[in-house]
T-cell receptor, first 112, second 110 residues
Framework: GAGVSQSPSNKVTEKGKDVELRCDPI?????LYWYRQSLGQGLEFLIYFQGNSAPDKSGLPSDRFSAERTGGSVSTLTIQRTQQEDSAVYLC???WGQGELFFGEGSRLTVL | SQKIEQNSEALNIQEGKTATLTCNYT??????LQWYRQDPGRGPVFLLLIRENEKEKRKERLKVTFDTTLKQSLFHITASQPADSATYLC?????????FGKGTRLHILP
C-alpha cells in the first residue's frame, strides 16, 4: 500500500524479553518518527530520523530502547528486557521533512 | 520548561454548535503548528497546518487560528456533527522535531 506500515500490529511478551517493532515509511519520505502512546494519553516523542543526519534520540526513556533506520527507509525500534511499564501503542510516522506527518496504525505492545 | 497544553481532556458539544479547542504552549517558538484527529485504535490523521506568519486558516468546517504573542492556537469545528467525535491533537515544531499535546476528547451530542 501507499501508507505507513507497522508490524506487528499486536505483540504480547513476557517481562524481560526483547521485542522489535518495524516501520515501513512512505517511499521517498526523508523524516521518520517514533512515538509512544499509553492508554488514554497523548503522544510521547521517542526518536526522530531526518535524512542522513544523526537521529534525535532525546525522547528515548532509557537505554533499553534503541532504534535504527536502514538505507533511509525501514526503521526498527528495539526494546530490550521489557518491563510492564513499556506496555503501550508505539506509533511510527513519516514525512517529507517538515509539515504533515503520515502515521501508521501502531503496534500495540503488552508486557505481562 | 517546555510545555504544550490542550485546555481540557474532554469536551461535550451539542450537535450543530461550534466546538472550540485550545492549544497553549510555553518556551517554544514554532515555525508552524498542526492539528490532528485520532479515532480510537487508529493512528492520528493530519487536518491542518498553520504557519507563524498566518493568523487563520480554513478547511471546510474547520478553522485554525495561531497567535504567536499569546502562544496559543484555537481550533474550531462549525456546524458540528456526531461524526466529528474524536480526540484532537495539537502538534508543533519544537527544535526540528514535532511534539504533541495530550489531546482533547470531543463528544458531539446528537
Amino acid at each position: 500500500g501507499a501508507g505507513v506500515s507497522q508490524s506487528p500490529s499486536n505483540k504480547v511478551t513476557e517481562k524481560g524479553k526483547d521485542v522489535e517493532l518495524r516501520c515501513d515509511p512512505i517511499s521517498g519520505h526523508t523524516a521518520l518518527y517514533w512515538y509512544r502512546q499509553s492508554l488514554g494519553q497523548g503522544l510521547e516523542f521517542l526518536i526522530y530520523f531526518q535524512g542522513n543526519s544523526a537521529p534525535d534520540k532525546s525522547g528515548l526513556p532509557s537505554d533499553r530502547f534503541s532504534a535504527e533506520r536502514t538505507g533511509g527507509s525501514v526503521s526498527t525500534l528495539t526494546i530490550q528486557r521489557t518491563q510492564q511499564e513499556d506496555s503501550a501503542v508505539y506509533l511510527c510516522a513519516s514525512s517529507w521533512g517538515q509539515g504533515e506527518l503520515f502515521f501508521g496504525e501502531g503496534s500495540r505492545l503488552t508486557v505481562l | 520548561s517546555q510545555k504544550i497544553e490542550q485546555n481540557s481532556e474532554a469536551l461535550n458539544i451539542q450537535e450543530g454548535k461550534t466546538a472550540t479547542l485550545t492549544c497553549n504552549y510555553t518556551n517554544y517558538s514554532p515555525a508552524y503548528l498542526q492539528w490532528y484527529r485520532q479515532d480510537p485504535g487508529r493512528g492520528p490523521v493530519f487536518l491542518l497546518l498553520i504557519r507563524e506568519n498566518e493568523k487563520e486558516k480554513r478547511k471546510e468546517r474547520l478553522k485554525v487560528t495561531f497567535d504567536t504573542t499569546l502562544k496559543q492556537s484555537l481550533f474550531h469545528i462549525t456546524a458540528s456533527q456526531p461524526a466529528d467525535s474524536a480526540t484532537y491533537l495539537c502538534a508543533l515544531e519544537g527544535g526540528d522535531k514535532i511534539i504533541f499535546g495530550k489531546g482533547t476528547r470531543l463528544h458531539i451530542l446528537p
